[in-house]
């Protein structure tokens, strides 16, 4: 019976340490590169100009008048990606004319591009770390 005192020790001692490393790895970004490398590994190509000009914009909020077609959703819908995945707990709001628009680039943010979700997102040593809080909702 004296030894039963020292196994309940050890084993609260290790699960102590595993939420310990658990809690250290909360707050570590998911993602660790800049917006102009996660766009060229999502993407698989260089942004334009005009696209650089977007993705480095800090400001609150942005208006982008572009022609048709030229990448404006494929933009803010990266920008979401990167800053819900490079740091913790955020929140993305995404606000359009009309319901449908908002859904279309939700569902742009959730889709992946082949069968395997790129590896910038989910390596194989992150795969716990998805479900940490940092996320994209509508």
């Given at each position: ?52 000009a977007l993705l480095l914009d800090l400001s609150q ?78």
């Open positions: 019976m004296a030894g039963s005192a020292f196994v309940k020790i050890d084993r609260l001692y290790e699960s102590e340490i595993r939420a310990r490393a658990r809690d250290a790895e909360k707050d570590k970004p998911i993602i660790a590169c800049g917006i102009l490398d996660f766009f060229k590994q999502m993407t698989g190509f260089e942004p334009t100009a005009y696209q650089k909020f942005v208006v982008a008048r572009w022609s048709r077609q030229s990448g404006k959703s494929l933009c803010l819908t990266l920008i979401c990606l990167y800053v819900a995945l490079s740091g913790s707990n955020r929140r993305i709001a995404i606000l359009a004319p009309s319901l449908r628009q908002s859904r279309a680039m939700i569902r742009r943010a959730a889709a992946e591009p082949g069968d395997d979700p790129p590896s910038i997102l989910f390596p194989p040593e992150t795969s716990e770390k998805r479900a940490r809080g940092a996320g994209v909702e509508d």
